[in-house]
């Protein structure tokens, strides 16, 4: 399926869980912030939108997407009553390797982070070859990505509270 022809974040063909029983953390990096701030606030709104009550949301601010592991890892073992981390971020395309290995250490590291914890940790990092592509997954034309990580983050709560 082509993402051009798409908005990503829509949620008409699903159900969502009601979130009010939730706590969730959001790890959000601080480089590309016009972007990682659009994510930020695409997944506030969702959560609340969805019934997570404001002070079930920690919001913690990382320098860059390589740190969103190391946040995530931070705030499960800090507060165990966590229910899901979402970590956001923006790696955008340069003229070097950089990217690729920012990138991968960033989805083993959320994965990891994931499995050491048996918690959802959520991956809601845009990677990308430009700014534009970036802006269009940040409340452009392909929709939120931030939306996208917390529709996903209410998802895998409730499937480990159903477990």
Same mark, same amino acid.
């Given at each position: ?43 506030? &709104? ?26 995530? &890892? ?8 966590? &229910? ?10 340069? &003229? ?68």
């Amino acid at each position: 399926m082509a993402t051009r022809l798409k908005n990503l974040s829509d949620f008409s063909h699903t159900t969502v869980p009601d979130g009010s029983a939730y706590r969730f953390a959001i790890a959000v990096a601080e480089w590309n912030a016009e972007i990682t701030g659009s994510l930020y606030q695409g997944a506030v &709104d969702t959560l609340l939108k969805h019934g997570v009550r404001e002070s079930n949301i920690r919001s913690v601010a990382v320098p860059g997407s390589f740190e969103l592991s190391s946040a995530a &890892d931070l705030l499960l073992q800090k507060h165990n009553d966590l &229910d899901a981390v979402i970590c956001l971020g923006c790696v955008i395309q340069g &003229d070097t390797r950089h990217f690729d290995f920012i990138c991968d250490a960033v989805a083993q590291g959320v994965t990891n982070v994931s499995i050491k914890h048996s918690k959802p940790v959520i991956f809601g990092v845009l990677t990308t070859n430009d700014q534009q592509q970036a802006a269009d997954r940040a409340g452009g034309r392909h929709g939120n990505k931030g939306d996208e990580a917390a529709i996903t983050a209410l998802k895998m709560a409730a499937l480990a509270a159903s477990l």
